[in-house]
């Protein structure tokens, strides 16, 4: 079993900055790929970005510019810079891993971190 474990969420003011870590942690052998999702209230769930094992990236149109996903292979952790926050980010972050463990794959889910963008 692959357990992911968020952290870095807050109150920050508009045009502020975050970063968010998602560290894997278990019988990992190798991981695809890794993305974040947010929602906020009353919305879906969105693909805020993601990275490929090969180091390849998308974003959310209306984050690109402002955030920068990145991977640590050797630490199993995933990260989310978040600059010139706005108040629409506010949401419910998710990280979600997908890979191979002890044989079979496996997707996991982080228990989600709250961002909150206000004055």
């Known amino acids: 079993q692959v357990q992911l474990v968020e952290s870095g969420g807050g109150l920050v003011q508009p045009g502020g900055s975050l970063r968010l870590s998602c560290a894997a942690s278990?019988?990992?052998?190798?991981?695809?790929?890794m993305r974040w999702y947010r929602q906020a209230p009353g919305k879906e769930r969105e693909l805020v970005a993601g990275?490929?094992?090969?180091?390849?990236?998308d974003y959310l149109d209306s984050v690109k510019d402002r955030f920068t996903i990145s991977r640590d292979n050797a630490k199993n952790t995933l990260y989310l810079q978040m600059n010139s926050l706005k108040p629409e980010d506010t949401a419910v972050y998710y990280c979600?891993?997908?890979?191979?463990?002890?044989?079979?794959?496996?997707?996991?889910w982080g228990q989600g971190t709250q961002v909150t963008v206000s004055s």
């Open positions: 278990g019988r990992i052998i190798s991981i695809y790929w």
């Open positions: 990275v490929t094992s090969a180091g390849r990236t």
């Open positions: 979600n891993v997908r890979g191979s463990a002890s044989g079979s794959a496996f997707s996991s």
